[in-house]
């Protein structure tokens, strides 16, 4: 599960790792995190007509970095 979250947030997963988080506690803490923004990224809400249409589980904490991949996948659509 590690990996396939990996995936998705490998900065996130290799800062933790890096900071001593076992990959249990890895996994808790980002596999949310992933699951947002593999949505984000692959465009899910990429025509929505505005903020109040946003599913519920479409936001997440996310630090600018993360942000900034979602905007430059957005810029290449």
Same mark, same amino acid.
């Given at each position: 599960? %590690? +990996?396939?979250?990996?995936?998705? %947030?490998?900065?996130? *997963?290799? %800062?933790?790792?890096?900071?001593? /988080? #076992?990959?249990? *506690?890895? +996994?808790?803490? =980002? /596999?949310?995190?992933?699951?947002?923004?593999?949505?984000?990224?692959?465009?899910?809400?990429? =025509?929505?007509? #505005?903020?109040? #249409?946003?599913?519920?589980?479409?936001? /997440?904490p996310?630090?600018?970095?993360?942000?900034?991949?979602? +905007?430059?996948?957005? +810029?290449?659509?």
């Amino acid at each position: 599960h %590690c +990996l396939s979250v990996r995936a998705v %947030c490998q900065r996130e *997963i290799d %800062c933790d790792r890096g900071n001593g /988080y #076992s990959w249990k *506690i890895t +996994l808790l803490r =980002n /596999y949310r995190k992933s699951k947002v923004k593999q949505e984000w990224l692959s465009g899910k809400y990429s =025509n929505v007509p #505005s903020q109040n #249409s946003l599913p519920e589980k479409s936001m /997440y904490p996310m630090d600018v970095d993360t942000w900034g991949e979602i +905007l430059e996948a957005e +810029l290449e659509r």
